[in-house]
């Protein structure tokens, strides 16, 4: 048995025969139960699907379809027995077949080797070919055949392009300047297209053509939308130009310290340069805005959420490096959110959704923002487990993660997230979300005190690391082993503590350019403060220290060290309530610290409250990068002092 759907639907025997499947209902049917993938699809869906309006005895007509489908389908069945394609499960139906019997499957999977693999390249070339038309074309205009046509049809696209890329990559671009012309005929909007013509024709020895292509997209991009190129189509034709692109076709890619990356679109090419941190990062962050904003500007819905959605990149910190990026992220998240409609495809609402959650970190949030936040990861992970996409999973479990620091205390309930995302990375070939779940568990077996399980959990995320290209990974790990000596210096036989400080000094070197400020600004004092409590000794109080964001909390700390204690008091009477991310508990404690040293028995006790949850977990050690020692040493400082008389 074989259905085709990429194009008009139909369905063949083994032997190359030709399946009567009926009328047009009948192959509306089987279409939907294709798309659902070999899922259950409830009759009551399938009712709703195939009628705008029911009628009164729709279900019984379905049943007739179903029936007549499974003729047509198994014909030598014997009576009674049970069907084995088109079988009943629970409320509804579900397709049984292979998936290389189905033409969409075959490509949807050929597309995803070919994203992993550059070998593959003929495999996605043939499944590519066996398309006939528009995606389910004799299917009723019905909202999931739209929805079915718009994902599948970028898919395609995205198809094209690879493989092009691939045999450009390379140094096999003979043959493809006719199909990419025609490509950028019917699409000129897609940048990424006119860049491969370009190195099509270059790679032809047809130079001047090459640069007439790209001067052509400068033109239709400055009249039709009022657009620049963007850098990747700048480069190109630089190099062009100067004759500095590579003979084999690959496109020499933005170089930035120890990264050099291949041709990309501008939201592909922004998600890895994110990945590459320093200064690619912050490349990284304005070309996804730019890239949001010019698809804003199309007027395309569906093209805005792609472009927003598409850049899944794992977020470990709970803080925001630029927080009005982020806003603006956001607010064009739902924007797009609000525009989408019914009809969209469904991965789309969960992209937004997630990056609305993973984007909405900023320490400013207004409560309404912090709950909208949570309520977008919410909808997002069980939105993504409906849908079964293992990768989107990931990402809205991302999210998840970011916004589960309402309280202190509950590191075993994001070691639970970290340990699915692992789960989810492994089996589905996801890398940098394997990091992310390293990460995850590393941070929350450090918030336990765990340090072996948390060693283990670094070691495995550097491995990860090296897969998915990533170097801020051993950035953040070294800064988790400073935190490991740090800890170790209390004990008998340990590092002194001038070791460890001279390991967060190191540390905190790598991290200055690694171009993540929400995280790097304050950290490097707020160490040393830790490093100091573990070892009973007073705040630093060198006038040169950057406390960034952590001043308000130190402060009481630093000025009992200058022997200023009426300012520390005042300093502390003004101490707002911590953010509520990696760091909320290491800044109650040092509240819980300073009102203990000063006998203020309403703040500590506002501490002990706020960190009565995290007796069993160790300050400061959620991000998996300094120590303040065990929370329950500051905890009991705060229950003697409020319980004083």
């Known amino acids: 048995m074989r259905i085709d ?14 399946v009567p499947l009926g009328g047009p209902r009948h192959r509306e049917v089987l279409a939907r139960l294709v798309a659902a993938e070999g899922r259950l699809v409830t009759t009551d869906t399938l009712v709703d699907d195939l009628w705008t309006a029911p009628p009164a005895r729709a279900v019984g007509a379905l049943r007739t379809f179903v029936a007549a489908l499974r003729r047509a389908l198994e014909p030598d069945r014997p009576p009674r027995s049970p069907p084995r394609v088109l079988v009943t499960e629970g409320p509804g139906y579900a397709l049984r077949l292979p998936r290389d019997d ?88 897609r940048e990424p297209a006119w860049g491969l013509l370009a190195r099509a024709l270059h790679h032809a020895g047809r130079r001047a053509d090459a640069l007439a292509a790209l001067r052509r997209a400068r033109r239709m991009l400055a009249d ?97 490096d630029d927080p009005e990026q982020s806003r603006a992220v956001v607010a064009a998240a739902e924007r797009a959110l609000a525009a989408l409609g019914p009809g969209a495809p469904a991965d789309l609402p969960v992209r937004l959704l997630a990056t609305i959650a993973v984007e909405s970190r900023s320490a400013g949030l207004s409560p309404a923002e912090r709950e909208r936040a949570r309520q ?38 994001r070691d639970r997230i970290g ?47 090296f897969t998915a290209e990533s170097p801020l990974v051993p950035v953040l790990t070294r800064w988790f082993r400073a935190r490991v000596t740090a800890a170790r210096s209390t004990e008998p036989g340990g590092p002194t503590a001038a070791t460890a400080a001279a390991e967060y000094r190191a540390a905190e070197d790598a991290l200055r350019t690694a171009g993540m400020p929400g995280l790097h600004r304050g950290l490097f004092p707020l160490a040393l403060l830790g490093l ?27 000025l009992l060290a200058r022997d200023r204690a009426a300012e520390a008091r005042a300093a502390l009477a ?40 995290a007796r069993a977990e160790v300050a400061g050690a959620a991000c998996g990068m300094l120590t303040l020692g065990p929370v329950a040493r500051y905890l009991a400082e705060a229950e003697a002092c409020a319980g004083a008389e």
């Open 5 to 18: 759907v990429l194009g008009a639907v139909r369905a063949f025997r083994s032997d190359g025969s030709p």
């Open 102 to 189: 189905v033409d969409v499957h075959r490509f949807e999977d050929a597309l995803a080797r070919a994203r992993r693999d550059p070998g593959a390249a003929d495999e996605l070339g043939a499944a590519l070919a066996a398309w006939r038309g528009p995606a389910y074309s004799d299917v009723p205009d019905a909202p999931w055949a739209r929805r079915e046509r718009t994902r599948l049809e970028e898919a395609r696209l995205e198809g094209v392009e690879l493989r092009a890329r691939i045999l450009l990559d390379a140094g096999e671009g003979a043959g493809l300047v006719a199909g990419l012309r025609a490509h950028v005929a019917e699409h000129p909007w």
């Open 224 to 320: 039709q939308l009022g657009l620049d190129p963007g850098a990747g189509l700048r480069r190109l034709e630089t190099d062009i130009l100067n004759e500095t692109l590579p003979p084999a076709g690959g496109l020499t890619g933005w170089t930035g310290p120890g990264v050099r990356l291949g041709p990309r679109t501008t939201v592909d090419l922004a998600r890895t340069l994110a990945l590459a941190g320093g200064d690619a990062l912050v490349h990284s962050r304005r070309d996804r805005l730019a890239a949001v904003l010019a698809a804003e500007r199309t007027g395309d819905v569906a093209l805005t959420a792609r472009v927003i959605g598409a850049y899944d990149v794992p977020a470990v910190w709970s803080r925001a």
């Open 376 to 413: 977008a990861a919410r909808e997002a992970e069980s939105l993504a487990r409906d849908l079964g996409d293992p990768a989107l999973l990931a990402f809205a479990l991302n999210g998840v993660f970011l916004h589960s620091f309402t309280r202190p205390g509950l590191a075993p309930v």
């Open 419 to 465: 340990a699915e995302i692992i789960g989810l990375a492994v089996r589905h070939e996801l890398p940098a979300f394997a990091v992310l779940g390293r990460l995850v568990r590393l941070q929350s077996a450090s918030a336990l005190g765990d340090l072996d399980a948390a060693t283990a959990h670094a070691e495995a995320a550097e491995r990860s690391a």
């Open 532 to 558: 100091r409590l573990l070892h009973d000794r007073p705040a630093p109080t060198d006038p040169h220290l950057d406390w960034g964001p952590y001043l308000p909390w130190a402060r009481p700390l630093v």
């Open 574 to 613: 003004a101490v707002p309530e911590p953010p509520r991310d990696h760091m909320q508990e290491a800044l109650w404690c040092l509240t819980a610290r300073a009102a203990a040293r000063l006998g203020e028995r309403a703040v500590a006790a506002r501490a002990q409250a706020a960190l009565r949850d």
